[in-house]
């Protein structure tokens, strides 16, 4: 594909369920971030892949966030037991190289609802 | 502790005027600075950035300015067009990660919105 995609674009879940977020960087790109954007707010880091190592997971909020990278190329963010608070865009950006500055290619997001 | 902030404006401008965006940064170490725009519904898209050893870039329309005595960013759009409008993110990385490299965190600034009027 042309860019990074994220599925499902729009979630709604209760308050308890467990949700799984799934992105699909631009293929042959070492780097992946994930970020929460809450309304009205700016991206905020929640955590980087390099390849399928979780190098930096300081910007998840919670022990009920987990994400994982198993195979170096798609990631998936889980939130167990979700909360009203957990409501947000979550952002998968992806480039190519493992030091920066390089460009980070964001997808669309993906909103999720917590009710 | 180390933020990017924008003040939330709203600017809104006429079709074919300059339009000029702001944002203030606390952190000294940042070595390098990206513009976003975010269009409804879409992620950021980079529009420009600059490193901390410039003061001014340019590009197709858009041109930044880095002032770090005073620590403050700004984006100028010139000929400001409808599709211009949308929201706008400074954002900020520095070279300080393992190694002395980044590996590109970026800390965002909360975004200005932009409308442009035909």
């Known amino acids: 594909g042309a860019g990074v995609s994220q599925s499902p674009r729009y979630k709604v879940a209760k308050r308890g369920q467990d949700v799984a977020l799934r992105c699909d960087p631009i293929s042959g790109h070492v780097s992946l971030f994930w970020y929460q954007q809450a309304l009205g707010q700016g991206p905020e880091f929640l955590t980087y892949?390099?390849?399928?190592?979780?190098?930096?997971k300081s910007g998840l909020p919670s022990d009920r966030f987990f994400a994982e990278r198993p195979e170096g190329s798609v990631s998936t963010l889980k939130i167990q037991r979700t909360q009203q608070e957990d409501s947000a865009v979550y952002l998968c950006?992806?480039?190519?190289?493992?030091?920066?500055?390089?460009?980070?290619?964001f997808g669309p997001g993906t909103r999720l609802t917590v009710t | 502790g180390e933020s990017v902030g924008l003040h939330l404006p709203t600017l809104s401008v006429q079709e074919g005027d300059n339009s000029i965006i702001n944002c203030a940064y606390s952190n000294s170490a940042s070595d390098y600075f990206i513009w976003y725009k975010q269009e409804s519904g879409k992620g950021p898209q980079f529009i420009i950035d600059?490193?901390?050893?410039?003061d001014k870039r340019q590009g197709q329309r858009v041109t930044v300015l880095l002032n770090k005595t005073v620590k403050h960013l700004s984006l100028q759009i010139a000929a400001t067009q409808p599709g211009d409008s949308a929201v706008y993110f400074c954002a900020e990385m520095s070279d300080s990660g393992a190694g002395g490299t980044s590996y590109g965190k970026l800390t965002f600034g909360q975004g200005t919105i932009l409308t442009v009027h035909p």
């Open positions: 600059i490193r901390s050893n410039m």
């Open positions: 950006a992806s480039s190519l190289l493992e030091r920066g500055p390089y460009e980070q290619y």
């Open positions: 892949f390099q390849n399928e190592a979780q190098l930096d």
